[in-house]
């Protein structure tokens, strides 16, 4: 993409602060920063959404690359009828769907009828990034989120794609649907399986834990027997 000159002022602002409106015409004319800035403003929900159908961080990334050259090769046919990060997310989704299609012939889960009608449920939060903390607690956060990220590659396809974009991405009914082609309802649907089945996965390999729960053995165990033996000995 041949970049277009611009006022060197222009690249003296703070891009991070400006609107997706802002920043497209920017991205039109070539300008790289604007460029980086709408890719590095989208990454994670674009992330989401493809690794949501394709079980592999790899080719997640691949195809969020893809998505991006397609986008941005073709932003001068963005009107601005839609937000830019529903134009970008859709078109991750047929990236990743068309490379699922590629592979092999898929059919989709056919839509159930609501048994029961569920208030919704929590939204389940994957750890974040917060400010530094301790090794230790490190750790236990990076566990836990390996820990979810199994359980949703657990989830059939749809139903995983539906939890992704609704609880992960905290995106509505309507917009989960609209992205996925499928109705609101079968949408709800999917989220309600989804979530037990979450629950089922989460209880069963959580069983087996509890026995282990609050160790204390090993050096731990060592020392405090040290300590009560000491204090014995000093004891008239």
């Not at 929900?45 to 159908?53: G, I, K, M, Y």
């Not at 690359?65 to 134009?87: D, M």
């Not at 029961?116 to 566990?143: C, K, M, N």
């Amino acid at each position: 993409m041949a970049a277009t000159p611009v006022p060197v002022e222009r690249h003296r602002q703070h891009l991070s602060t400006l609107s997706d409106a802002e920043l497209v015409p920017l991205a039109k004319m070539g300008e790289e920063p604007a460029i980086r800035a709408i890719i590095q403003r989208h990454n994670q929900r674009l992330f989401r959404t493809a690794r949501a159908v394709i079980r592999s961080d790899w080719e997640a990334e691949d195809i969020v690359q893809a998505a991006y050259v397609k986008a941005f090769t073709n932003l001068a046919t963005f009107r601005g009828e839609a937000e830019l990060s529903t134009w970008l997310t859709r078109i991750t989704l047929n990236e990743a769907l068309g490379r699922v299609r590629s592979r092999k012939n898929t059919t989709g889960l056919e839509e159930i009828d609501m048994q029961t009608t569920s208030p919704g449920g929590e939204v389940l939060q994957f750890p974040s990034s917060l400010s530094a903390t301790d090794p230790e607690t490190e750790l236990s956060r990076s566990q836990a989120r390996h820990f979810l990220e199994h359980a949703v590659d657990d989830l059939p396809d749809d139903f995983r794609a539906v939890f992704v974009l609704r609880d992960v991405e905290g995106m509505s009914t309507d917009e989960t649907a609209s992205y996925l082609g499928i109705k609101p309802e079968t949408a709800k649907t999917r989220l309600h399986r989804a979530r037990k089945m979450m629950r089922q996965s989460i209880e069963k390999q959580l069983s087996g834990a509890f026995s282990a729960l609050f160790p204390f053995d090993g050096a731990r165990c060592a020392a405090m027997a040290d300590r009560v033996i000491v204090t014995l000995r000093q004891t008239p």
